[in-house]
């Protein structure tokens, strides 16, 4: 959802859309997600032992 705001914002100054910024943004934020997801399964799973 904010990938997508901000892209149509981008868009809007001057029409003009840079596809690479855009799948780097993506794939930060995906492994942002995927770091964050690891860290709270990892800290479950120290917690039952």
């Known amino acids: 959802m904010v990938v997508a705001?901000?892209?149509a914002a981008d868009r809007g100054q001057g029409g003009k859309?840079?596809?690479a910024e855009?799948?780097?943004s993506t794939l930060a934020l995906a492994a942002i997600v995927l770091a964050?997801?690891?860290l709270?399964?990892?800290d479950s799973?120290?917690?039952m032992n």
């Open 5 to 7: 705001s901000s892209l």
């Open 17 to 19: 859309f840079d596809m």
């Open 22 to 24: 855009a799948i780097l």
């Open 36 to 38: 964050v997801d690891g």
């Open 40 to 42: 709270s399964r990892h």
């Open 45 to 47: 799973i120290v917690a």
